[in-house]
């Protein structure tokens, strides 16, 4: 069934701006959002996403108040969301593998809601800009078409990406909009930054450097979060890059080094360390071959927990 904009069927395939001019509000809606201020996001309540990583869950959940995620440059953060039973999906997808990555959101979701409950599924689509190599843009063309060919009927609610998060400065072209949270409970959707991303921020960020598939990370009937057990190879080269000057990593691992922001190349560097500390996920990461399992305690922070059979 096709994407819809307040009841009407979006015409696809078209550009962005073909899409605004045919449905305005959604530009009204994407500058709302470009002009708040960015609100720091503490980790009490909060469920952070990284690149290639989903989470679903819903106002039952006594653990998690707020799914949040921020980097993104060509990368597009998605919220879809039930407006029946409030179920909430968020993902921040690169582009790597979107025409499977949809339906995983998709399946994700539906495994919290009751197909027969009233309501409707809500997606909004945060980042990207007018980059050079037009990533941005393949992305957010993907994105919707993969959306419109899904089974159910989905309304696009917020539509800020490529153009229409886009500033110009000194002839460089930067997103606006780096990162977002939606609040599970009130489904308030507001631009928003992290100064924690954990927990276990190193091992997220090195299963998917080596190329590690879109995962659900949170299992919202336990409250828990989970990681692992992965498995990867040793990373190519990486004494080498470990040697390469700020510039030569920032021009090497991004898809947009001058949009990047000013932690990038200090977070990349700390993950190439840890996968040279582990160049095969072994035992010392996972101990017995078990997941590592996270839950909140009575603070609201993550802590980590026993597996079972441990």
């Not at 690149?51 to 995620?69: C, F, N, Y």
Request: net charge negative; charged share 25%; hydrophobic share 35%.
């Amino acid at each position: 069934m096709p994407l819809f904009v307040e009841g009407r069927r979006v015409q696809l395939p078209q550009s962005v701006s073909e899409i605004v001019r045919a449905h305005p509000s959604l530009e009204e809606r994407a500058k709302l959002l470009r002009g708040q201020s960015v609100q720091l996001v503490g980790p009490k309540g909060l469920l952070y996403v990284q690149q290639r990583e989903l989470a679903v869950t819903s106002p039952k959940d006594g653990s998690i108040s707020i799914l949040g995620s921020d980097d993104a440059t060509t990368c597009h953060i998605v919220v879809l969301r039930h407006t029946g039973n409030g179920a909430t999906c968020m993902t921040h997808c690169d582009g790597s593998d979107t025409k499977t990555e949809v339906p995983l959101i998709m399946n994700s979701l539906k495994s919290l809601s009751n197909p027969t409950q009233n309501g409707r599924l809500e997606v909004h689509l945060v980042g990207g800009f007018n980059d050079d190599r037009q990533l941005s843009q393949k992305l957010t063309n993907q994105l919707l078409n993969e959306f419109d060919r899904q089974e159910d009927d989905i309304h696009l609610m917020t539509f800020c990406v490529t153009e229409l998060n886009d500033r110009e400065e000194n002839e460089n072209h930067f997103p606006v909009v780096y990162g977002i949270a939606v609040n599970i409970k009130t489904a308030e959707i507001f631009r928003a930054s992290f100064p924690e991303r954990g927990p276990e921020e190193e091992l997220r960020s090195a299963r998917s450097l080596t190329g590690g598939p879109m995962i659900n990370i949170y299992d919202a009937k336990t409250e828990q979060l989970h990681f692992g057990p992965y498995f990867w190879r040793p990373f190519p080269r990486v004494d080498f890059w470990l040697q390469q000057d700020d510039k030569q990593l920032l021009e090497q691992f991004s898809t947009s080094p001058l949009a990047e922001p000013p932690h990038f190349v200090r977070h990349i560097r700390s993950t190439l360390m840890f996968l040279k500390k582990y160049p095969f996920p072994d035992d010392s990461l996972f101990p017995g071959n078990r997941a590592l399992l996270y839950k909140k305690n009575e603070g609201g922070l993550w802590e980590k927990i026993s597996s079972p059979g441990s």
